[in-house]
């Protein structure tokens, strides 16, 4: 009943709670309360109160016009490489992934100033529109990010370990990209796009350090044990505010517009995690979990076998089904077979998450796909030509991270040591 309804387009917090529905009226022997029972505990949880702020958070930032300040500081630190504004796209990604939480937020946000850039400095627009769709993925490895924040309620994983576990993939996705672009840069004879200069590199980083402070506030807070996650969004809302304020970029229309949008698109999240509950209720009830890790276990105990088979899975699982969507309805199941194996959850959240950030760039359900069509102005099926070949670096770092576990829990095991 859940396939049928996705695959008639039903939403998937109607799909994942339809179906279970259907189950408790057929058992008999459960209360129809325990549906809405289950949705409410479901969503009633702390760590999920970290989805509007860091969304909030987000949208602020972009308001208060601290994106150009982030493309001019990367632009002096690297623009002087060949093929310059390609690395600058990246750089700049990545330090608004330390803002953002959402690859979505990224390619809308930053995505209409890089494109607009590199189009104009004479680079093609299916190569622009292409880094600028791949280094949007980092935006939720690197802390913060919305998936893993789902993911850590639906796992009941440690959301802060979750966070500086995908800070060394997403520097990984980075340097894989810079390394694409390189490759172009020589093929194409891309030009350098600045001389590197120390007086504007330190002007750059002048003007852009409100902004930079933003990751630091939140990921150093996380480290330190100063913030929780939660706590970590409510101080980048806070900061943010003020940056507004003191730019004199927000007043209270914009302010309230934006309010409005952060708390449609948490109602949508917070829909698809209760109808998950329930869902992964009826699962558990049934014995489903136990039963399909006990099915895979039988084929093969090999763990990197096993491992290859459940990224094969999800690659394709990201190119039919919405990121949160694909998170609530996987994660109950294909965690007691990681667990079997000996797979920390942590490490496994890392992967599930980067296999989903490669799905944004995949048709026909790519989210980044949609939102570059929009901001280039540029037909679907020519946006997906060009991004092809940037999903194979991503591709490497997934396979990389999934079998060399340190890449993902060395961090996480010396700053949550105690």
Request: aromatic content about 10%; glycine content about 10%.
């Amino acid at each position: 009943m859940l396939f049928f309804l996705i695959i008639i387009g039903a939403p998937i917090a109607i799909a994942l709670g339809g179906s279970s529905a259907l189950w408790v009226y057929l058992s008999k022997s459960v209360p129809d309360f325990t549906i809405l029972h289950r949705m409410v505990m479901g969503v009633d949880s702390f760590p999920l109160l970290a989805i509007p702020f860091f969304i909030l958070a987000g949208s602020l930032m972009n308001e208060a016009g601290l994106t150009s300040q982030i493309f001019n500081f990367a632009k002096a630190v690297v623009g002087w490489l060949p093929g310059g504004l390609g690395h600058v796209n990246i750089g700049a990604s990545i330090i608004f992934a330390g803002m953002s939480g959402t690859a979505v937020a990224d390619a809308g946000g930053l995505g209409t100033i890089e494109i607009k850039a590199m189009t104009d400095a004479g680079y093609d627009i299916d190569f622009s529109v292409a880094i600028t769709g791949a280094s949007s993925t980092i935006g939720p490895i690197i802390p913060p990010s919305l998936p893993m924040v789902i993911y850590g309620v639906m796992a009941s994983a440690s959301i802060g370990k979750l966070f500086i576990a995908g800070f060394i993939p997403g520097l990984l996705m980075g340097l894989a990209l810079a390394v694409m672009v390189a490759y172009y840069a020589h093929k194409r004879h891309y030009p350098r796009d600045a001389k590197f200069s120390f007086k504007q590199l330190g002007v750059s980083f002048i003007e852009g350090l409100p902004a930079l402070m933003t990751p630091v506030i939140i990921i150093g807070g996380i480290a330190s044990g100063i913030f929780t996650p939660t706590e970590a969004a409510i101080a980048s809302v806070v900061y943010a505010l003020i940056l507004g304020l003191v730019y004199r970029t927000l007043n209270l229309k914009k302010l309230i517009a934006v309010s409005m949008e952060t708390a449609e698109t948490t109602a949508v999240i917070l829909l698809i995690v209760a109808g998950a509950s329930i869902f992964a209720w009826v699962l558990t009830a049934n014995q489903v979990t136990e039963k399909f890790a006990a099915l895979v276990l039988g084929i093969t105990e090999n763990k990197y076998l096993l491992l290859l088979v459940i990224n094969i899975l999800l690659l394709i699982v990201g190119c039919f089904m919405e990121t949160i969507a694909s998170i609530t309805i996987l994660t109950p199941v294909l965690l007691p077979v990681v667990i079997k194996l000996g797979i920390d959850p942590i490490h496994f959240g890392v992967i599930m998450v980067l296999n989903l950030m490669i799905g944004l760039l995949t048709p026909p359900v790519g989210m980044v796909l949609f939102v570059l069509t929009r901001v280039a102005k540029i037909p679907f099926d020519r946006i997906v030509r060009a991004t092809g070949p940037f999903i194979i670096p991503l591709v490497i770092v997934l396979f990389l991270i999934t079998y060399f576990e340190p890449l993902c829990m060395w961090l996480p095991r010396i700053l949550f040591a105690k």
